[in-house]
């Protein structure tokens, strides 16, 4: 730990902006869980710089809070390594905020930022949302410009790196625009989504999945490309997540893994892989602070959804998707004998026991009999009236 004068000293050597930079970092460390020494300590001295000096850090409670309200659905927390379609990072926007204000709109973010302070402090709420939706406008239209231009782009993601060593910012940069562009669309799909989805059976598949297929063909090109911010809005209202791979699966010709590949739902199979991806880094921080109930929860969580993919998609060990599967496995395996290999074999550890695999039982036996059986009678049918429509 570095003394406080120490900690004072250096952070007056910086640039307001840099101090700003370094503010905004520690903060998306912090979220994503990272163990900074020393951070703490950090993280305290330059908020109180910023109080004192009247200073107002930038932290979504401004004008950018209005401006990033579209994407509040499908933020979330820490900073993956992977792709993770229908999702952006919150700490990406605290650095592309930064950058629209100093680089890519210095003048009209200055002009947006005095109007909407004033329609804040007189809680204009609709006034202030209408010209944050206006500002949005403008900003998309920018970036189709840069993202346009090869040489332009480069120098976007040059100049964004100099807010934030995040590696997903840049990619979030182009999700925030596809969510922005179908801001009003995603809106209204989520009006007419369920508020709790706790059965998703066939029926619900199917009435939700309208909704899904509305939406893209009633879209524009930006909406189409905001299908995995659609199906987001469907996860983030069902009890058991994993089924969001059913809109994928019943759309398939057959549960071949290339078939539900070539659906277009498909990306529903690797966001809930992403999601296997979240639980893993959640059971690695919930061992490394000895909190074994919550890791025991997460394992069963990861070991349901593990068998749900390999019962309702054939053939996918070969597939890219089951080798990022078999992948995760593997670590997540290697995590768990990590933990039980720190007690003595006769004591034993809750996290070892084959209880958690709770397909393993005899119901849960009882219920892959059941999906068999379920799906032996659909494909029946299917392969019936296609005799009929032949006949």
Known sequence: MLPADRIADYLKRLTPQARSNL???LERLQLCGADVPGNGALLESLRAEFRKDGQTHNRMGN????FFAPLEPFLMDGDPDYPNPGRIS???LSPIWD????DLLPTMARDYAEQMRSLIASDKKSEAQRAASTFQTKVIKSL???FASADATEQARAKLATYTASRAVFGDLGKMVSVLRAREALARLASELPEKISKFDDGKVASVRELIDAFVKTGKEGDREAVPFALTLVANRLKTPWQLIRFATKAAASKAASDVAATPYAVAVTMVLDLIEDKKLALHFALRNNRVLVARELLVSIYDTEYALQVRIDNLEPSDWGVRLHRLMEAIAALVEAEVSRFPGEVG???GSSSLRSHQSFSGRLTHLAWKGRDAMHEGAAFFKGLMGQS
Do not use: A, D, K, M
Not at 63 to 66: F, K, N
Not at 99 to 102: D, F, M, P, T
């Open 23 to 25: 503010l905004n970092e």
């Open 349 to 351: 550890h809750v996290l």
């Open 144 to 146: 189709e410009n840069t």
């Open 90 to 92: 919150r700490g990406s």
């Open 99 to 102: 950058w629209i204000s100093r």
């Open 63 to 66: 004008p950018s809070r209005y």
